[in-house]
T-cell receptor, first 112, second 112 residues
Framework: KAGVTQTPRYLIKTRGQQVTLSCSPISGHRSVSWYQQTPGQGLQFLFEYFSETQRNKGNFPGRFSGRQFSNSRSEMNVSTLELGDSALYLC???????????FGPGTRLTVL | LAKTTQPISMDSYEGQEVNITCSHNNIATNDYITWYQQFPSQGPRFIIQGYKTKVTNEVASLFIPADRKSSTLSLPRVSLSDTAVYYCLVGDRGNQGGKLIFGQGTELSVKP
């Protein structure tokens, strides 16, 4: 069974630009969650989607948004990039509440 | 979600048993205890989950005392490849959905 895939794996952007990251969950998984990992703040929850609906949201500004498609694939978008948005963005999928989350390899975003 | 406290770092040698203790004094009745492992530039990986007493799988054991205010992850006979960050998470599996709250984790270094 294929694992969670994230594209692209690496990305370099400049301040003020916007970026879209993609996540393909494990087949059959309907829940997709996004996390941001930085050396200073650690792993922080961004949001979770389940059956195309945002079910949980972390404490991030509105510049961070996401969506989920009918095939459970998910995208997250960051607009007006700031230097502090440089991070490893991780996506995780699961069957739903109470089930183990499987993480992808992440997308390394660098904002210059 | 209950806050967790773990040692920031631990050192060990190959072949030794490693025990990482996590404190979660405010754990709620419905909360489960879950441990994840993360290698550099990779997403976290589920290791083990438990509610009370002892749970064992092919990778590790999880010991939970009767008051459930702490838990201990036990890694038998560690190898160099066990060098990673280990996270202890506490939460209600059903209500938290896909929202995992990670603490600072314990950086385990295994030496030859």
């Amino acid at each position: 069974k294929a694992g969670v895939t994230q594209t692209p794996r690496y990305l370099i952007k400049t301040r003020g630009q916007q970026v879209t990251l993609s996540c393909s969950p494990i087949s059959g998984h309907r829940s997709v969650s996004w996390y941001q990992q930085t050396p200073g703040q650690g792993l922080q929850f961004l949001f979770e989607y389940f059956s195309e609906t945002q079910r949980n949201k972390g404490n991030f500004p509105g510049r961070f948004s996401g969506r989920q498609f009918s095939n459970s694939r998910s995208e997250m978008n960051v607009s007006t990039l700031e230097l502090g948005d440089s991070a490893l963005y991780l996506c995780a999928s699961s069957l739903g509440s109470g089930y183990e989350q499987f993480f992808g390899p992440g997308t390394r975003l660098t904002v210059l | 979600l209950a806050k967790t406290t773990q040692p920031i770092s631990m050192d060990s040698y190959e072949g030794q048993e490693v025990n990482i203790t996590c404190s979660h004094n405010n754990i709620a009745t419905n909360d489960y205890i879950t441990w994840y492992q993360q290698f550099p530039s990779q997403g976290p990986r589920f290791i083990i989950q438990g509610y009370k007493t002892k749970v064992t799988n092919e990778v590790a054991s999880l010991f939970i005392p009767a008051d459930r205010k702490s838990s201990t992850l036990s890694l038998p006979r560690v190898s160099l490849s066990d060098t990673a960050v280990y996270y202890c998470l506490v939460g209600d599996r059903g209500n938290q959905g896909g929202k995992l709250i990670f603490g600072q984790g314990t950086e385990l270094s295994v030496k030859p």
